[in-house]
């Protein structure tokens, strides 16, 4: 359903998009999984026909987005980042601008209005101008006017930013109802627990380019399966470095002064050790926090910082 084959965008000298590509199905989510300005919304432009790629092909049901534009874009269906509604207009009016803008008329545009207001649990609210909707009220009827038009192929960029946690679960359960009806889903997002709950198969993107990419089980078999310590506080860099080369099993993804990341196997248990190794040291550790493998973690091995940095 979607075909992207080594997409390069730049912006004067700065490559945003750097030889990405990836292949999205129809029925299934993908994700793209980046911190803040890793090139997801720029790859996301891209794809939707809004921004004009420098190198590189993307292909939405064979029709290329660039070549065969027209035919690309009436397949898609977009939801931005920043909400795109008319403060002024109703719910009704509003998805009903956008229904029209994608050739639906008379009683289809109707029977379509009245649908998406229900499946996103605004009906009774839909004669309201929308400047008096909360946050997550918005993001509800941002992701109606997108899916209004019945796409094959939906485009969602994070649609969660900034909504209150209940509006985030309308929201999630929103995007599986999609998939779950054919259309081929491509989620962008940050957020490591939203990519783990929803998607099949993903990318994870750092500093424009594909770090990683695969069904969720082969990512999460990258991390193998070995637990991350995080410590803070203030540390001898070289001692410490020394210290921990002498254990078995342990990987230094990240080591400063205020800060130190561990990768290891069993890592709860082998705790004592590790934080007996460094405590020789004389190091000052003032937090301590193990976590499982996950995302996250992998994203961390991968590129030595975290998700939210």
């Known amino acids: 359903m979607i075909e992207v084959r080594d997409l390069v965008k730049k912006y004067g000298s700065v490559v945003a998009v750097d030889g990405v590509s990836f292949d999205a199905a129809a029925g299934s989510i993908f994700g793209l999984l980046g911190p803040n300005g890793a090139g997801k919304s720029t790859t996301i432009g891209c794809i939707s026909g809004l921004l ?5 092909t993307v292909r939405v049901l064979g029709h290329d987005i660039v070549g065969a534009s027209t035919k690309a874009k009436k397949e898609l269906g977009v939801v931005p980042q920043e909400i795109a509604l008319y403060e002024d207009l109703s719910a009704r009016e509003n998805i009903a601008y956008w229904g029209g803008a994608y050739g639906l008329s008379g009683p289809d545009l109707k029977r379509r209005t009245d649908e998406v207001l229900a499946l996103v649990g605004l009906a009774d609210r839909a004669k309201e101008p929308i400047k008096k909707y909360s946050g997550g009220m918005k993001r509800r009827l941002n992701f109606a ?3 209004v038009h ?7 960029d994070e649609p969660t930013v900034g909504v209150d946690p209940q509006s985030r679960v309308n929201i999630l359960d929103l995007v599986r109802s999609q998939a ?25 993107v750092d500093g424009g380019k ?27 860099v070289p001692h410490i470095e020394k210290k921990l080369h002498d254990l078995d099993h342990i990987e230094i993804i990240q080591i400063h002064e205020t800060q130190i990341t561990i990768a290891a196997g069993q890592g709860g248990n082998r705790l004592p050790e590790i934080l007996g190794a460094i405590g020789e040291t004389g190091a000052d550790i003032r937090e301590t926090t193990l976590s499982q493998p996950n995302l996250e973690s992998l994203f961390i091995k991968l590129t030595g910082k975290e998700l939210r940095e």
Not at 221 to 236: A, V
């Open 145 to 147: 006017c997108g899916i």
């Open 210 to 236: 594909v770090i990683a990419q695969g069904t969720m089980r082969e990512l999460r078999q990258r991390t193998e399966e070995r637990d991350l310590l995080r410590l803070n506080g203030q540390f001898d």
């Open 150 to 156: 019945e796409p094959k192929v939906l485009l969602l």
């Open 52 to 56: 004009r790629p420098h190198a590189g």
């Open 180 to 204: 779950q009806t054919g259309t081929c889903v491509l989620y962008t997002t940050h957020y490591m627990e939203e990519a783990e709950a929803l998607c099949d198969s993903l990318a994870i």
